[in-house]
């Protein structure tokens, strides 16, 4: 893409008939980044060929079988749906795969002497070459041809098109302009970390709706809904061909007017920022004259943390979960698995409140191998453990940070789950129950920590443990949840009794306060035992961790 600015810096003189011309310009050079990028590797141009085989393949039978809806009675309904998921793909696709398509970037050409309007006109026309506005073209006509009737909806369809093409493509274009410097930044790298689970978790929604859908009586009930979404943009073109086909003119011309409007909208934001990031200078250059106070964190929520040593650490452990792309990766899949379970589980009717015990039991994972998540930073905090009181601290410390985020959730789970279930009388029952998976997680983690720890590697992102230590990691892992059940025992078995005594029903309330106290107490005993195995093995520990 260097090279290729250099080539639009020597083409292209500033003045109108440069304007003119960059625009076949701009085509030319995205078809030269293709074929150039395809001369290099022979897996790269297959990997690219095979793409484009696979997007016309299915391109095609997705055209076929939206067209064969010509006729039925909710084809609208499906295709004006469709029609504001491909939008909503085009607008969050950028975020996740920046580095999927370089010429997002128009940072690029920032030193060069182009004029944003017609930048913006000349990548507009270069972002329509390529896999996914084909895809996205397939998809396009096969809608409009499901909803077109008589003349005035044929005439409605071949204005429609373009315009839906068009506005999926600026769609993508602003957003991906808007925040490039997030995605050139470490946490845009971090959002396409992410992105892998936000999609499976995506996929987990659209699974339970289709249930949903065909089990409640199909197509009808999302009537209410595609009433709302032909009106939002650009789901509006497609809107504009149903409504012209059944007749209703002003409807219709209403939905052009706004298609119009969106995409003229789209395209003033586009331009709007590209001129900024022509003429602001990068932030990262701006942090190093921030005030003292506001580089080192000082202030804000920190401050409500404790003072010295313990403080210090929660913060260094929030910190991570913040900054570090594999431990926040860990986080969130915990925070978003934890609470899909149960209540996803509660939705089709098949959960129990006692269900919300697994969003503890994720984010109480997040304690083992607690010294491993520092990889060879380690040693520095090494150099501040003298004894098993200074490893108390620590460890405690850590725990405190993992609690401050996990009691919280654990009753933002449980209430949940017991709202959807209509079971606010196990509320406190099931919440003892999660508080004392808590603390039994943070029990057998610490313990774990110092004796099983094992190393993170810091390259890539679906490698979680170091060659040659998966043993320890399954150890310490699964060893320390079936420890963790162990330790809980009395509290379940405390439950069942409550359940099972019909004269004790009144009395589930006690487990609440029950677990409370089983799991501080498990938390203190596992931090204790703990503390001088790690002062003892620190080495040891060090050298594991270290490792990779």
Same mark, same amino acid.
């Given at each position: 893409?260097?090279?290729?600015?250099?080539?639009?810096?020597?083409?292209?003189?500033?003045?109108?008939?440069?304007?003119?011309?960059?625009?076949?310009?701009?085509?030319?050079?995205?078809?030269?980044? %293709?074929?150039?990028?395809?001369?290099?590797?022979?897996? +790269?141009?297959?990997?690219?060929?095979?793409?484009?085989?696979?997007?016309?393949?299915?391109?095609?039978?997705?055209?076929?079988?939206?067209?064969?809806?010509?006729?039925?009675?909710?084809?609208?309904?499906?295709?004006?749906? %469709?029609?504001?998921?491909?939008?909503?793909?085009?607008?969050?696709?950028?975020?996740?795969?920046?580095?999927?398509?370089?010429?997002?970037?128009?940072?690029?050409?920032?030193?060069?002497?182009?004029?944003?309007?017609?930048?913006?006109?000349?990548?507009?026309?270069?972002?329509?070459?390529?896999?996914?506005?084909?895809?996205?073209?397939?998809?396009?006509?096969?809608? @409009?041809?499901?909803?077109?009737?008589?003349?005035?909806?044929?005439?409605?369809? &071949?204005?429609?098109?373009?315009?839906?093409?068009?506005?999926?493509?600026?769609?993508?274009?602003?957003?991906?302009?808007?925040?490039? +410097?997030?995605?050139?930044?470490?946490?845009?790298?971090?959002?396409?970390?992410?992105?892998?689970?936000?999609?499976?978790?995506?996929?987990?929604?659209?699974?339970?709706?289709?249930?949903?859908?065909?089990?409640?009586?199909?197509?009808?009930?999302?009537?209410?809904?595609?009433?709302?979404?032909?009106?939002?943009?650009?789901? =509006?073109?497609?809107?504009? &061909?149903?409504?012209?086909?059944?007749?209703?003119?002003?409807?219709?011309?209403?939905?052009?007017?706004?298609?119009?409007?969106?995409?003229?909208?789209?395209?003033?934001?586009?331009?709007?920022?590209?001129?900024?990031?022509?003429?602001?200078?990068?932030?990262?250059?701006?942090?190093?004259?921030?005030?003292?106070?506001?580089?080192?964190?000082?202030?804000?929520?920190?401050?409500? %943390?404790?003072?010295?040593?313990?403080?210090?650490?929660?913060?260094?452990?929030?910190?991570?979960?913040?900054?570090?792309?594999?431990?926040?990766?860990?986080?969130?899949?915990?925070?978003?698995?934890?609470?899909?379970?149960?209540?996803?589980?509660?939705? /089709?009717?098949?959960?129990?409140?006692?269900?919300?015990?697994?969003?503890?039991?994720?984010?109480?994972?997040?304690?083992?191998?607690?010294?491993? /998540?520092? =990889?060879?930073?380690?040693?520095?905090?090494?150099?501040?453990?003298?004894?098993? +009181?200074?490893?108390?601290?620590?460890? +405690?410390?850590?725990?405190?940070?993992?609690?401050?985020?996990? &009691?919280?959730?654990?009753?933002?789970?449980?209430?949940?789950?017991?709202?959807?279930?209509?079971?606010?009388?196990?509320?406190?029952?099931?919440?003892?129950?999660?508080?004392?998976? @808590?603390?039994?997680?943070?029990?057998?983690?610490?313990?774990?920590?110092?004796?099983?720890?094992?190393?993170?590697?810091?390259?890539?992102?679906?490698?979680?443990?170091?060659?040659? /230590?998966?043993?320890?990691?399954?150890?310490?892992?699964?060893?320390?949840?079936?420890?963790?059940? @162990?330790?809980?025992?009395? &509290?379940?078995?405390? @439950?069942?009794?409550?359940?099972?005594?019909?004269?004790?029903?009144?009395?589930?309330?006690?487990?609440?306060?029950?677990?409370?106290?089983?799991?501080?107490?498990?938390?203190?005993?596992?931090?204790?035992?703990?503390?001088?195995?790690?002062?003892?093995?620190?080495?040891?520990?060090?050298?594991?961790?270290?490792?990779?």
């Amino acid at each position: 893409m260097s090279a290729a600015a250099g080539t639009v810096a020597t083409a292209t003189p500033v003045g109108g008939g440069a304007e003119a011309s960059l625009t076949p310009l701009f085509v030319r050079l995205k078809l030269s980044l %293709l074929r150039n990028g395809l001369k290099g590797s022979s897996k +790269r141009k297959a990997a690219w060929i095979s793409s484009l085989l696979f997007a016309l393949v299915v391109g095609f039978f997705v055209t076929l079988g939206l067209a064969m809806l010509h006729g039925h009675t909710h084809a609208g309904t499906v295709v004006v749906l %469709l029609a504001a998921l491909l939008a909503l793909g085009w607008a969050v696709m950028p975020l996740f795969f920046p580095s999927g398509d370089e010429t997002l970037d128009p940072s690029r050409l920032v030193m060069l002497p182009l004029r944003p309007r017609p930048l913006v006109r000349a990548l507009l026309a270069s972002s329509l070459v390529g896999i996914g506005p084909l895809f996205t073209l397939c998809l396009a006509v096969g809608s @409009v041809v499901a909803v077109a009737r008589g003349a005035a909806g044929v005439v409605a369809a &071949v204005a429609a098109v373009p315009l839906l093409l068009l506005g999926c493509v600026a769609l993508a274009r602003a957003v991906a302009t808007a925040n490039v +410097r997030l995605l050139s930044s470490r946490k845009g790298r971090d959002l396409a970390l992410l992105s892998g689970l936000l999609i499976a978790i995506g996929a987990q929604v659209v699974n339970f709706g289709s249930q949903r859908l065909f089990q409640d009586g199909g197509l009808a009930q999302l009537e209410p809904v595609e009433a709302v979404v032909r009106w939002l943009p650009p789901a =509006t073109a497609v809107g504009m &061909v149903d409504s012209a086909g059944r007749g209703a003119y002003g409807e219709a011309a209403a939905q052009l007017a706004l298609t119009l409007g969106a995409l003229a909208g789209l395209l003033w934001f586009w331009e709007r920022s590209l001129t900024k990031l022509m003429v602001t200078p990068d932030g990262s250059t701006i942090a190093a004259a921030a005030p003292r106070k506001e580089r080192d964190g000082a202030g804000g929520v920190w401050s409500l %943390l404790p003072d010295g040593r313990t403080g210090a650490v929660m913060q260094r452990t929030l910190r991570y979960a913040v900054r570090d792309p594999k431990t926040k990766a860990a986080w969130v899949s915990a925070l978003a698995i934890g609470m899909i379970v149960p209540v996803f589980n509660a939705l /089709q009717g098949t959960g129990s409140v006692y269900l919300a015990c697994f969003g503890s039991g994720m984010l109480g994972v997040q304690m083992y191998n607690q010294f491993g /998540q520092d =990889t060879s930073a380690f040693w520095m905090v090494a150099q501040t453990i003298s004894g098993p +009181r200074d490893a108390y601290e620590e460890l +405690r410390a850590r725990a405190a940070a993992l609690a401050l985020v996990t &009691v919280p959730y654990a009753v933002l789970v449980t209430a949940v789950t017991a709202a959807l279930l209509g079971n606010w009388a196990g509320f406190p029952a099931a919440l003892g129950v999660s508080l004392a998976v @808590v603390g039994a997680m943070l029990c057998t983690g610490a313990l774990a920590s110092a004796h099983f720890p094992y190393s993170i590697p810091t390259e890539g992102a679906f490698k979680n443990v170091a060659p040659g /230590q998966g043993g320890l990691a399954w150890m310490g892992i699964f060893g320390g949840m079936f420890a963790s059940a @162990v330790i809980c025992s009395p &509290v379940i078995a405390l @439950v069942i009794w409550l359940n099972v005594a019909d004269d004790l029903h009144g009395l589930r309330w006690l487990v609440l306060p029950a677990g409370i106290a089983w799991g501080a107490l498990a938390t203190w005993a596992g931090l204790r035992l703990a503390a001088p195995a790690v002062s003892r093995k620190l080495p040891e520990i060090l050298t594991a961790v270290s490792k990779g």
